[in-house]
């Protein structure tokens, strides 16, 4: 097989257009990442507008980083934006749905607006997840805060009534 002057010039073109598309991916992933680790030091330092920034930039660049929404929902529950954090945990439970620390993200923020049934399904989501992941603890810990809440909703019993 002969090498034709136009065979070598495609070939050289064809490398050297995956290697500039290699070398753009490879920076876009070093920015992104640069990015969400800034926003993990803002939140650590408590900058929770900042960080909420960060993290949206992160997800606009990478919208399947799980992660960084699931950040920006804390940063979110820090800055008080309750249902806010609530409709970012729950798209994140239906891209993710075995992200346990999203259910039991969501189901301790619906707890606290007081949407309690949507609460105990988020929690008993997360019990089943980590009973599947085999993590007894967790599963110990989810279950005491189940059985705390079902004790507040029942009404009390005659005998506790003093009468």
């Known amino acids: ?52 920034a960060a993290f949206r930039q992160v997800i606009a660049r990478h919208p399947s980083n799980d992660l960084a929404r699931l950040l920006l929902g ?12 609530i409709a970012t945990w729950q798209e994140l439970t239906s891209r993710a749905p075995k992200n346990v620390d999203a259910h039991l993200r969501l189901g301790m923020a619906l707890l606290k607006s007081n949407q309690l049934e949507d609460a105990i399904a988020s929690l008993e989501t997360a019990k089943n ?9 967790k599963v110990q810990t989810v279950t005491q805060l189940l059985q705390e809440i079902h004790q507040q909703q029942s009404p009390p019993k005659l005998g506790d009534l003093g009468g």
């Not at 598309?21 to 680790?37: D, H, P, Q």
């Not at 804390?74 to 954090?85: I, M, N, P, S, Y």
């Not at 997840?129 to 603890?137: H, K, T």
């Open 129 to 137: 997840l980590f009973q599947a992941q085999r993590n007894p603890q």
């Open 1 to 52: 097989m002969t090498d034709t002057p136009q065979l070598t010039v495609f070939a050289i073109t064809v490398v050297g257009i995956g290697l500039t598309i290699l070398a753009f991916f490879i920076r876009e992933g070093v920015i992104t990442s640069n990015i969400y680790k800034q926003g993990v030091k803002l939140y650590q330092d408590k900058n929770y507008s900042a960080a909420e």
């Open 74 to 85: 804390d940063t979110l529950l820090q800055q008080d934006r309750v249902e806010d954090a």
